[in-house]
């Protein structure tokens, strides 16, 4: 059905994560792939001086650590990690790369009572390509 599925994914919530991974490859059609994108909230710059060297760079490789982690035994998921604000990077993403679904949890687990997280409303608002919302 889709040819290019992007699935956000916030390092620590991994039940939501195996959910939405079975959803994107229930909907992506033949030859289609999926993504998986995990986004390092951007530390201010008047933070970021404080921060021993190298901090970054251990953060990135622990994501991407993470990342693939949660990735293992899931064949042809290809991971990203990008560094910014996650509703814009993943918007900028998928339209960069132009994705047409974005599969993606409604909100962190134990937060059932709020109708969408802050992430999952940016991305629902903001996008022009079909969002497929796991609850
Ligand atoms: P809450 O506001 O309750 O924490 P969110 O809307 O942030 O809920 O999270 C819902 C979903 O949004 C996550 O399961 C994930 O798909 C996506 N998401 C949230 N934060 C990130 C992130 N930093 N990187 C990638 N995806 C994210």
């Known amino acids: 059905m889709y040819k290019n599925i992007l699935v956000p994914i916030a390092?620590?919530?991994?039940?939501?994560t195996a959910t939405a991974l079975d959803v994107a490859r229930t909907l992506l059609g033949d030859g289609g792939k999926i993504t998986a994108l995990s986004v390092i909230e951007a530390i201010p710059s008047?933070?970021?001086?404080y921060l021993p060297e190298g901090q970054e760079e251990k953060s990135y490789r622990d994501v991407r650590d993470a990342l693939d982690k949660e990735l293992?035994?899931?064949e042809?998921?290809?991971p990203?990690?990008?560094t910014g604000h996650p509703g814009r990077e993943i918007l900028d993403y998928a339209q960069k790369h132009e994705v047409d679904c974005i599969v993606i949890a409604s909100h962190r687990p134990g937060f059932q009572d709020y109708f969408l997280?802050?992430?999952a409303a940016w991305v629902?608002?903001?996008t022009p390509c079909a969002?497929?919302?796991?609850?």
Do not use: M, Q
């Not at 008047?46 to 001086?49: A, G, K, L, M, Q």
């Not at 969002?131 to 609850?135: D, L, N």
């Open 124 to 126: 629902v608002r903001h």
């Open 117 to 119: 997280g802050s992430t």
């Open 46 to 49: 008047y933070i970021r001086s």
């Open 72 to 74: 293992a035994g899931t």
């Open 76 to 78: 042809g998921v290809i």
């Open 131 to 135: 969002v497929h919302v796991v609850r």
């Open 11 to 16: 390092i620590g919530h991994e039940p939501n």
């Open 80 to 82: 990203v990690v990008l």
